[in-house]
């Protein structure tokens, strides 16, 4: 039976009537109804907007228990209830109090999402690995940190999916009618950085932490390239980058007086420390870095830059460093590591 919400209340008490025994929570237990909660719902959102006081909220609290005694014909549950007290103030003057009592609900409904997200059965579906998500990404290992990153992201999703995303992508995504990936991280995706800025600046910038000078040695050089790539990495979703690396670079191999097999050394511990899991969830720092091969023209003529400071000396004059230093980078990710395991880091582009 459909009643109208703007006619005459049925129950005409001077106090909320108990109009139910019992109402069916959210979690489908059973408490008694209390009517006074309604009107205490009613009030708050009329004294949020300043439109009415008690003796409104009483009448209208009537209204919506009239209505639900003439519509509902078992038992009443929280939601059903505040359908109600929705269609009740939307139908009455006051306009603004309704809104506030709708955005009051999604609030709330949003504070359960997350509160339900923290509970134990989310450690249980890692340990158990019973949800899907525990191995979708390919980079990230069964682990303590998995477990950790595991927890996070579902609150981090969460926030996503009902704080930035609008209602429609939100339903989208979790009907599955389309999946966006990398919730996990409330960040941006990948970064492309200035190899350049580092060689000038030094790795520093972070407050608090340790800084370095501008390398002035080959190895010190690859050092902080790694040091940049783990730290930025915690930044970003995705991969971190560089540009350049091998025409950048070279000049330090000639200024250091380097022989093929202590550049090929040198690199070589480059990657292995590049392909340590040091990344949130026991990951390995997504990096690509792209190689020139041939000293682009942009860079042939510009002073190179050791310790920070410009040499007299350009880049187009290195063209034999770049040989070796590619030949060095293509064989070692070619060997893989001691087990022959392929390196999945930095991803190369030429």
Known sequence: MKVDATQEPIVRD???????????????????????????????????????????????????????????????????????VEEVLIASPYRRAARAYIIYREQHRILRELQSASQLALVDSYLDKSDWQVAENANMAFSLQGLNNHISSEITRKYWLERLYAPEVRAAHESGDLHIHDLNLLAVYCVGWDLADLLREGFR?????????????????????????????????????????????????????????????AIQEWIFNLNVATRVGFQTPFTNITLDLNVPERLRDEAVI????????????????????????????????????????????Y
């Not at 708050?44 to 300043?50: D, E, I, K, P, S």
């Open 14 to 84: 001077a106090s909320c009537p108990v109009v139910f025994a019992t109402i069916v929570k959210r979690d489908g237990s059973r408490e008694a109804f209390d009517a006074t909660r309604i009107e205490r719902a009613v009030l708050a959102a009329g004294r949020a907007t300043r439109e009415f006081a008690e003796a409104e909220a009483r009448a209208l609290a009537r209204r919506v228990l009239a209505i639900a005694a003439a519509t509902i014909e078992t038992e009443p549950t929280v939601e059903g209830i505040q359908d109600i």
């Open 205 to 265: 910038g972070a407050g608090g932490k340790v800084e370095s000078a501008p390398a002035k040695h080959f190895r010190t050089a690859l050092g902080q390239a790694a040091n940049f790539f783990y730290t930025l990495q915690g930044e970003a979703a995705g991969a971190q980058a560089f540009s350049s690396v091998d025409t950048l670079l070279a000049p330090f191999i000639a200024y250091d007086g380097l022989g093929y097999s202590e550049v090929k050394q």
């Open 306 to 349: 050791i310790g920070g400071q410009r040499q007299d000396r350009t880049y187009g004059e290195f063209q034999r460093e770049m040989d070796m230093f590619n030949r060095a980078f293509l064989e070692i990710m070619s060997q893989g590591d001691a087990k022959g395991r392929v390196f999945t880091f930095p991803i190369a582009t």
